[in-house]
């Protein structure tokens, strides 16, 4: 395996002018498209077929041979060029002429006996070869599939996904995988996603329970801040991230903030954990309409439930077809910036509480029962000492 990426730019080129081709059919209406006459542009007719080649972006209207090349700032008129587009499903596929395949938002594939002459790319979906791939086979965000027999003579190429390759597989150029992480799990990637999420929200279910078990008082104050104050507490964990590391710095610069410099690392990751947490108790209770002062364990485990199930329907919409990709990477994205932004509300918080010192008039007193007889109401606040 080598760690490179391939020698010729012309795989770039292909998928940039894939990405072209989106963005026309972006700017086409949706019943009709664009004419070129001289220069103007008449909303009248079909568009048959859009091609991307080095020459430019070729337009073909229906019921006409010829097709419309724009190249720089001049149009002209040229024959040839391959392309199926599927609108409905929001899948781009490009066949120029024999010369290669790109898809995005879809899987390629190459059955046995087929000889493609040219490069095999796909953007947000798997490349399976079981024939010949004169070029190079390329997987953005997705997984390369090299079935036995199958022969690429080029570079072949996965980032973000994985690189099967069975017994009997020639590769004439070189095997690159470019995963998200460092380490190679011999498991489907859905397994290790699927896995790690509910290891993360057990770890965090328990960690949390031993935290709001030792130190109940402090983490009803920190999500009390979160709460109160949700718009300081942001503001004060992003700008904590640069002066952590300036305090790195002036502690490892003199002999005596050495150790603490050392230290400092591990103390910064446990506050923004506990924040996090803190963080997630407000987001369950909001989920759960729930009092923080009823306890925080259950609203822990609504927002930790529900930030779980956002990444794991991500994690399992990877697997499905062309058109859950973007749902499943929208989920994940969503489920990443939701925990980035509960770790910088939480980190703001517990330091404007004073690492769970303030306010003083929030104090655990246990569950608030209620009384017999007594009128229902909401749910008195906790009592001031």
């Not at 027999?149 to 570079?155: L, N, Q, R, S, T």
């Not at 410099?261 to 591990?266: A, R, T």
Request: proline share 6%; net charge positive; aromatic share 8%.
């Amino acid at each position: 395996m080598s760690a490179s990426w391939p020698s010729e730019p012309y795989v770039l080129r292909r998928v940039l002018a894939a990405l072209v081709a989106v963005a026309c059919l972006a700017t086409l209406p949706a019943s009709s498209s664009a004419r070129v006459r001289g220069g103007a542009i008449d909303s009248v007719g079909s568009v048959r077929r859009i091609s991307v080649s080095e020459h430019g972006v070729i337009i073909e209207r229906a019921g006409s041979a010829d097709t419309s090349d724009w190249s720089g700032d001049r149009w002209s008129n040229r024959r040839g060029g391959r392309i199926r587009t599927h609108v409905h499903t929001g899948v781009l596929e490009i066949d120029d002429g024999g010369t290669g395949i790109v898809r995005i938002w879809s899987d390629a594939h190459v059955p046995p006996g087929k000889v493609v002459d040219g490069d095999v790319v796909a953007v947000f979906g798997n490349v399976t070869v079981e024939g010949a791939v004169s070029g190079n086979v390329v997987a953005v965000l997705g997984s390369v599939h090299l079935k036995p027999g199958a022969k690429v003579e080029g570079d072949c190429v996965s980032i973000g996904g994985v690189l099967d390759q069975a017994p009997g597989v020639t590769i004439n150029g070189e095997s690159v995988q470019l995963g998200f992480s460092p380490f190679t799990w011999g498991l489907p990637g859905i397994s290790v996603l699927l896995f790690a999420i509910v290891a993360g929200w057990l770890v965090s279910m328990f960690v949390g329970w031993i935290f709001v078990l030792l130190f109940p008082t402090g983490m009803l104050r920190v999500a009390t801040v979160v709460e109160r104050r949700p718009a300081a507490s942001f503001f004060l964990g992003l700008l904590s991230v640069p002066g952590f590391f300036v305090a790195v710095v002036l502690l490892c610069i003199t002999v005596i903030g050495i150790p603490l410099g050392i230290l400092l690392p591990m103390v910064y990751v446990v506050i923004g954990y506990l924040g996090q947490l803190a963080a997630t108790c407000v987001l369950g209770a909001r989920l759960s309409r729930r009092s923080l002062v009823n306890g925080l364990m259950s609203p822990l485990f609504v927002g930790t439930l529900f930030v779980a199930i956002l990444l794991g329907t991500g994690a399992a919409l990877m697997g499905g077809s062309s058109i859950a990709r973007p749902a499943s990477l929208f989920l994940l994205l969503s489920g990443l910036l939701l925990l980035l932004g509960l770790g910088t509300l939480g980190t703001g918080a517990f330091l404007l509480s004073r690492f769970g010192t303030r306010p003083r008039e929030m104090v655990w007193h246990g569950h608030v029962t209620p009384v017999p007889g007594a009128m229902p109401g909401p749910i008195p606040p906790p009592i001031t000492t």
